[in-house]
Nanobody, 121 residues
Framework: QVQLVESGGGLVQAGGSLRLSCASS????????MGWYRQTPGNRRELVAG???????NYADFGMGRFTVSRDSAKNTLDLQMNSLRPEDTAVYYC???????????????WGQGTQVTVSS
């Protein structure tokens, strides 16, 4: 069973920065893709940023130019650097990993437990 454990959340003032980290029990380079999602009460979980096995990245519009997703091979973590934070970035942030398990393309997904990010105005 793959375990993903997020850390780095907390309370920060608007304009500040946070770095989230997701530690994986499996080598992160064995996943086909990984990413960060966020969710606020009453809303669907939404993609923040993703990275493919080949290193290609994609970002939600709200994160472009402010957020950077990366992988740390030494620590075996998926990281999310968040700068210029805004109150509307307040949410629980989740780490996600996906692996294709057969030739038909069946996928297995894994989620972390989430870490709270609160941005005060």
């Amino acid at each position: 069973q793959v375990q993903l454990v997020e850390s780095g959340g907390g309370l920060v003032q608007a304009g500040g920065s946070l770095r989230l980290s997701c530690a994986s029990s499996r080598n992160i380079f064995r996943f086909d893709k990984m990413g960060w999602y966020r969710q606020t009460p009453g809303n669907r979980r939404e993609l923040v940023a993703g990275i493919s096995s080949g290193g290609g990245t994609n970002y939600a519009d709200f994160g472009m130019g402010r957020f950077t997703v990366s992988r740390d091979s030494a620590k075996n973590t998926l990281d999310l650097q968040m700068n210029s934070l805004r109150p509307e970035d307040t949410a629980v942030y989740y780490c996600h990993a996906e692996a294709v398990v057969n030739v038909e393309g069946a996928k297995v997904e894994h989620w972390g437990q989430g870490t709270q990010v609160t941005v005060s105005s």
